[in-house]
């Protein structure tokens, strides 16, 4: 199972650090260090906030729209101003929100000696990059190919249901919307059936691939969760301290 820091290293054929550091002026030794810091935190928060184990076809619908695989597989993708604003909105979503957000960008900076400022500039492209891999791996797993069966099973509820696409020259980000995409597009299936008759209750997904694939997202976040104690506690605290009294 790959760690946070294994995606990111492969990310943008394998040029991610070098990357970063030509855009930003860093050496590659600050990269690796802030990704050392941030990488483990986005785990927590993931597991915190995102939540894949409650909603699982909502986390990789999300991860299959939006501007994140391209971000993983290009540095002009990811530093795009699509991709930077889809990062910022994922930060909200993964951290709880904003306020969050921007706490772990301080304590980042505090730790690795980088500018507040930077860190915060680099933030919103590390975390497209992330998602990017995050759901290339994601695609591994039996997820994937259930929610691949149950669109093929349902195509003309879909049509009927969704209302029409708007041009875009870019993907929407998926985090910028609450709610759960895959149940979204469900609802719109019934929709188109709605002055009809009632349609027959689509077949339950095999539990089998769905506690497999599940399981197999929980492993991912385990694997980014490596950190330094103090770095835990120290992140914990942030996070905690933002939780209703």
């Known amino acids: 199972m790959y760690t946070f820091t294994d995606l990111m ?47 699982p076809f909502g986390f990789v619908a999300a991860l299959r729209q939006g501007p994140f695989k391209l971000a993983f597989e290009s540095w002009e993708a990811a530093a795009s101003k699509v991709a ?17 957000a921007k706490a772990v960008a301080d304590q980042a900076a505090l730790m690795t000696g980088l500018t507040t400022e930077l860190v915060n500039r680099m933030m919103p492209m590390l975390t497209t990059t992330l998602l990017g891999g995050v759901g290339r791996e994601v695609e591994k797993t039996p997820l994937a190919a259930m929610m691949d069966q149950w669109a093929k099973a349902m195509p003309a509820g879909f049509q009927a249901g969704m209302p029409a696409a708007k041009p875009s020259a870019a993907p929407e980000n998926p985090f910028a919307v609450p709610g759960n995409p895959f149940a979204d597009a469900v609802s719109a299936f019934w929709k188109g059936y ?49 939780l209703p009294k």
């Open 194 to 242: 709605s002055d009809g008759p009632a349609p027959a209750k689509p077949p339950e997904p095999p539990p089998s691939p769905l506690t497999e694939g599940t399981a197999a997202l929980g492993k991912l976040f385990d694997a980014g969760l490596e950190m330094q104690e103090t770095n835990r506690k120290a992140f914990e605290r942030i996070m905690e301290s933002y």
């Open 9 to 55: 290293r492969q990310a943008q054929g394998g040029r991610a650090v070098e990357n970063f550091a030509g855009q930003f002026g860093v050496t590659p030794g600050d990269v690796e260090k802030l990704m050392a810091t941030l990488l483990p935190v986005y785990a927590m928060g993931l597991q915190r906030n995102v939540a894949p184990a409650a909603d």
């Open 84 to 100: 930077q604003e889809a990062g910022r909105e994922a930060l909200e979503r993964i951290f709880g929100s904003k306020e969050i």
